[in-house]
């Protein structure tokens, strides 16, 4: 079992950078798959990247490419989401999540397949 815990977000304006964490405790944190998702209000909560547990293989989402980075150090428990250029329709509240998907490359998109959830990190970009 994992615990995570979302850090980093806050109010910034739009094309400026934000880099949120994911710290997880427990043990064997490099046998999970991370990925980051967002819901705004009223909408629903839609992926936004994916990290496989090796670090290896990575995915994002059309609308976040060439801006946002996902990383992480399993020495450190830690997964982490670099935003640039932020734009307004970016506002959310972002949720870490983790499983175990097996093979060392295998990520997800959905996020049906992830077990553990953090509480979330409200990001907020003003125009």
């Known amino acids: 079992q994992v615990q995570l815990v979302e850090s980093g977000g806050g109010l910034v304006q739009a094309g400026e950078s934000l880099r949120l964490s994911c710290v997880a405790s427990g043990r064997a944190f490099s046998s999970y798959a991370v990925a980051w998702f967002r819901q705004a209000p009223g909408k629903e909560r839609e992926f936004v990247a994916a990290?496989?547990?090796?670090?290896?293989?990575?995915d994002s989402a059309d609308s976040v490419k060439g801006r946002f980075t996902i990383s992480r150090e399993n020495a450190k428990n830690t997964v982490y989401l670099q935003m640039n250029s932020l734009k307004p329709e970016d506002t959310a509240v972002y949720y870490c999540?983790?499983?175990?998907?097996?093979?060392?490359?295998?990520?997800?998109?959905?996020?049906?397949?992830?077990?553990?959830w953090g509480q979330g990190t409200q990001v907020t970009v003003s125009s």
């Open positions: 999540a983790a499983a175990r998907l097996g093979w060392e490359y295998r990520i997800s998109t959905q996020h049906s397949k992830y077990d553990y």
């Open positions: 990290i496989s547990r090796s670090g290896s293989n990575m």
